[in-house]
């Protein structure tokens, strides 16, 4: 009985038509990549806002998020320093949640976490994401590295303010915060405005910036 195999010609027809494929694939891949990378950022920041201001209202407290370049300090600090490819205003560095504490000669700093002079602010939650050089950016344009909530729940110790969650090489960010001036658009980035009461929700870009708070 004879048996026929495939001819070179035939097994380099299969492998360019499997390199078109492949080659066709990968982009589609990676948007989903970039897509799946920023939703899971966003909603991982916006779950955070959101336990800390249920945190303020069962605690009877103020609760405030900072952005820190160690999340896993004993003692962290809220921080807009440099740090590799994460700049100032990149919240991926990490950031922590925790509850305002202290005794009357506490002088209460919403921006900062304070272990002294009569302060013990209580840590709740530690977050850090930051990787490579490609990766998820979240920057803001708050002018403070911090966000807090009063125990009813309102945003009482910044002004109304939005954060900007995009993916690509760090430390430029693909879609900008109202008001910084558009560093180009991608469909794929989010937007968490925030208002002076406490609300949040999720937005997409328009021309390049977030929208207003």
Known sequence: MHSRGFTLVEVLVVITISAILVAAAVPAFQWTIT???????????????????????????????????????????CSSAVVGTVDGNDW????????????????????????????????????????????????????????????????????PGTFAITYGTAPTPAVAPRALGAIGLTKAGRCIPLTLIGSMKVAQPGTGTCPAA
């Open 92 to 159: 991926a560095a990490g950031w922590v949640v925790f509850e305002k504490r202290g005794n009357a000669a506490c002088v209460p700093i919403a921006a900062q976490f304070q272990s002294a002079g009569g302060c013990a602010d209580e840590v709740l939650f530690r977050q850090q994401i930051a990787g490579g050089a490609a990766r998820v950016m979240i920057h803001t344009n708050l002018g403070i590295e911090a966000v807090g909530f009063q125990p009813r729940g309102a945003g009482g110790f910044i002004n």
């Open 35 to 77: 897509r799946n990378r920023i939703s899971d950022a966003t909603n991982l920041l916006l779950s955070n806002f959101e336990y800390a201001r249920m945190e303020a209202t069962r605690r009877g407290n103020n609760i405030s998020i900072c952005r820190t370049d160690d999340p896993n300090a004993a003692v962290p600090v």
